[in-house]
């Protein structure tokens, strides 16, 4: 136990703090085990410090004293304290602890920081203290620890309340309807309660950082106006403000505002709170309308008052107006109902009309004559009047108004209305009941308009999802055009080396036919990848279906063809690719009618609204329709939903690719039509394209070139493809041409740099890896403005293929190309 025979030198006063008492024992501790003078110095200043001191003995695993500042706290006299365990005292949830720091001591770690302990006192009241600890050495070995404790349970308290107070400020925050908030000094929001967010309809995340001015304030005037009090007073009180909301509705709303500052009086930003007081507001506003509408009917009362005989008696005349008034608002009040759209009704308990406007007499599609006194069973089937006089029934025995029931109602001409009703009591001057009244609003359009506007919203849905299978699309044409390129290439070389007479010329040929197909297929994939439009002519519609049905019409002769072809106006078209989608829309027709059946085209011009358009992302205006109607099988609405997806088909495996329809949509989206389509099981299909008009006259086709082309000059191919370069070099090498290549643009860059002029033509790939085509096109030009470029591409002449041309590109030539589509082109951009 520590004594106090003896006082310390030390100034034992309240603000000796636990690092004071350490340092002191740490000047004392090297000379402890030789002086029992200092000893006993260093036990009396421990029993008189008002700060609790614990000496624990490591050997023993037991308390040996207590200075008398813990005996106080803890209640424990000194023969209680002495010999005490740690778990005697030490909460539960504290013994761990305790062991780690001493196994931290003992480890020969200093110990440094403070821990807070939770121990019980003799009467068993839970307290809350700091620690803070010094390990005592004897010859050089752990002997004693010396803790320092510091009750701060009044302190834990103050905190958790503080936590507890946070927690109601939080919740009040989260639940009143008041908004609060805080911006910095931009007028940006940097806290801010749900309230606001709730009220201007955003997340509270997208109010965070929103400028208050800028994002919310409805009027501009506004902000000036609040700027203009704060600067000059600091604050503002119950300003009222107009706010715009996310969906672009408004509010008003009361704000109580000032400056905030730091420590150092610097103006940092506004807090403030804000009520929404639209409601406020829309009352004022009706009892001004009110107090305007009494004022004027008080001097309407004057002036009658003013007419009657002034010798008549005061009550008299009162009466006289009051009688006059009151015809007035019965009146007003029936002109009103005879003048709005919603029906009014009133009947007895049993259901009879007792009174009601013309509204509700047009809508139950009845007379007046008609429906005075009538019941209301009949003039609904069995199930509506069942429902509605379930609905009379809960009104009757609850007294509470019943409001938007909807119903059906079946006119005498046979069609079905759906119809609102609301339902309320009508009680006499004693409050008992007598009948029902209420508002009948028929909201057939609005529902057909809701339903309209689900259908636009499915088909945006469904351009969407064909916008995405399309660039994939798209990517795998490129590739396969690639790798057709390459095979062509080296079949029309070995068909150059080869005589007509050679035994494999037949066999080469047909695979060049399968590379031919092949490609076909990589331009139905391109026409769904809206990659169809080549070379854009203005043409007549009538003259491709023509030719398209001719050529249809030989292969199928058990069909009846019938045109009904319109003065129709001129379109701006890649022939082939339209031609390509009338054959797709004939062939399925004709599979659609294995039997035989007849299929009728007709064309006609039409002008489309924005409400058709609208889902395609298309402007109104003029367009010419083609029609393509077959006799056929027909289609469930499941199927004519998915007609348009790659790969979809109905046939059997290995009997169709699922492309055709597909690359019809792709190829009308790319020309800036629609393409649509309306079926019936059983009752065939018809198919609709529109193209938009054109405004220049149709152009006459010139005629194709022929066979092959040699010609002399030098000429660059650029292509990242090896195979496209090794096939390509050894084409134009046989064409006659000094063939260079290339398999970067930069690697182009450079050779056209150092050829200074003497290349003739540069056949120039789009997609690259370091540079686009785009890029290497402008260096060179750069380089030198009358080289002339031809470009190749597994896409087609779309998109960036056609702003390179738009620049002064002289041609375009899309992979696969033959030896013979090749030199025609060359020849054709080194001629011009």
């Known amino acids: 136990m520590f004594s106090s025979q003896s006082q310390p030198e030390m100034n034992n006063d309240s603000r000796i703090t636990p690092k004071d008492i350490l340092d002191k024992f740490s000047l004392l501790e090297k000379r402890i085990l030789r002086s029992q003078e200092d000893l006993e110095q260093l036990s009396a200043f421990i029993e008189e410090l008002p700060i609790g001191i614990l000496d624990f003995d490591l050997e023993t695993n037991r308390v040996v004293g207590v200075n008398r500042a813990l005996r106080d706290l803890s209640g424990y006299e000194v023969h209680e304290a002495a010999s005490m365990e740690p778990k005697d005292f030490l909460a539960p949830e504290s013994m761990d602890l305790m062991k780690n720091r001493v196994a931290r001591s003992l480890s020969g770690e200093h110990i440094s920081e403070h821990s807070e302990y939770a121990f019980f006192t003799k009467s068993g009241k839970k307290l809350w203290c700091q620690l803070a600890q010094r390990l005592i050495l004897k010859n050089g070995k752990p002997w004693r620890i010396l803790a320092v404790v510091q009750d701060i349970t009044y302190r834990k308290r103050l905190e958790k309340a503080r936590q507890e107070g946070e927690e109601k400020f939080r919740n009040i925050l989260e639940n009143t309807q008041d908004c609060f908030y805080q911006t910095d000094i931009h007028g940006n929001v940097i806290w801010t309660s749900p309230a606001t967010a709730k009220l201007l309809d955003y997340a509270l995340d997208e109010v965070m950082g929103k400028n208050v001015a800028r994002t919310f304030y409805a009027r501009p005037e506004d902000r000036e106006r609040l700027l203009e009090t704060m600067r000059s007073s600091g604050k503002v009180s119950d300003y009222e403000v107009l706010l715009q909301r996310k969906d672009g509705t408004t509010v008003w709303v009361s704000t109580n505002s000032q400056y905030y500052t730091d420590e150092n009086g610097v103006i940092q930003g506004v807090e403030g709170v804000f009520r929404d007081i639209s409601a406020q507001r829309r009352a004022e506003k009706q009892l001004r309308e009110a107090h305007a509408q009494l004022e004027q009917r008080v001097a309407e009362r004057t002036r009658d008052l003013e007419e009657i005989n002034r010798d008549l008696k005061e009550e008299i005349a009162r009466r006289r107006t009051s009688e006059k008034a009151l015809n007035h608002s019965e009146n007003k009040y029936r002109t009103i109902l005879e003048n709005i759209e919603d029906g009014y009704y009133e009947v007895d308990l049993k259901g009879n009309f007792t009174f009601f406007n013309a509204a509700m007499a047009k809508i139950l599609d009845c007379t007046p004559d008609e429906l005075q006194d009538l019941n209301y069973r009949k003039l609904a089937d069995k199930e509506t009047v069942g429902k509605v006089f379930k609905v009379f029934s809960k009104v009757f025995k609850t007294g509470k108004p019943f409001k938007s029931a909807d119903y059906q109602l079946v006119k005498k001409d046979g069609t079905r209305s759906l119809l609102n009703i609301s339902v309320s009591l009508i009680r006499d001057m004693d409050g008992g009941n007598m009948g029902f009244r209420g508002v009948v609003r028929d909201i057939t359009e609005r529902n057909a308009a809701e339903e309209e506007k689900r259908d636009l919203e499915l088909k945006l849905l469904q351009a969407q999802k064909m916008e995405a299978m399309g660039t994939l699309a798209g990517g795998v044409a490129h590739d396969f055009n690639n790798l057709l390129m390459g095979l062509q290439g080296n079949v029309s070389l070995i068909l150059l080396e080869l005589g007509k007479d050679h035994p494999t010329y037949e066999r080469l040929k047909k695979l060049e036919g399968f590379i031919k197909d092949a490609t076909g297929l990589t331009r139905q994939l391109l026409g769904f990848a809206r990659g169809g439009k080549y070379e854009v002519t203005t043409t007549d519609i009538n003259q491709l279906i023509n030719k398209t049905l001719e050529i249809f019409g030989r292969t199928r002769k058990g069909i009846r063809i019938s045109r009904a072809l319109g003065d129709v106006w001129p379109v701006d078209v890649d022939q082939g690719q339209i031609e390509q989608v009338l054959l797709n829309l004939y062939v399925n027709a004709g599979q659609a009618m294995p039997k035989g059946g007849n299929l009728k085209v007709s064309t006609r011009n039409v002008h489309l609204d924005e409400i058709f358009v609208a889902p395609h992302g298309l402007k109104k205006g003029r367009f010419v329709k083609t029609s393509v109607t077959d006799t056929g099988i027909g289609m469930d609405l499941a199927t004519q939903q998915k007609v348009f997806d790659p790969f979809f088909t109905t046939k059997d495996i290995g009997r169709g690719t699922g492309l055709g329809l597909s690359s019809a949509y792709g190829i009308m989206k790319n020309h800036g039509g629609v393409i649509n389509v309306f079926s019936k099981p059983g009752k065939g299909s018809t198919f609709n394209i529109y193209l938009p008009a054109s405004e220049s006259s149709v152009q006459e086709a010139s005629p194709e070139a022929e066979g092959v082309e040699y010609g002399v000059g030098t000429v ?109 082109k060359i020849k054709a951009v080194l001629g011009a």
């Open 716 to 824: 660059l191919l650029v292509d990242d493809e090896e195979v496209v370069l090794r096939a390509g070099q050894e084409i134009l090498k046989i064409l006659g041409y000094t063939a260079l290549i290339a398999n970067r643009g930069r690697k182009a860059i450079e050779i056209v740099k150092a050829m200074q002029g003497k290349i003739d033509l540069v056949i120039l790939d789009l997609i690259m890896p370091d540079l686009h085509g785009g890029e290497v096109f402008d260096v060179i030009r750069e380089i030198n403005p009358k080289i002339k470029v031809l470009l190749s591409s597994g896409y087609s002449l779309d998109g960036q293929a056609a702003e390179i041309m738009a620049r002064g590109c002289e041609a375009f030539i899309q992979k696969p190309f033959t030896v013979e589509a090749l030199s025609q």
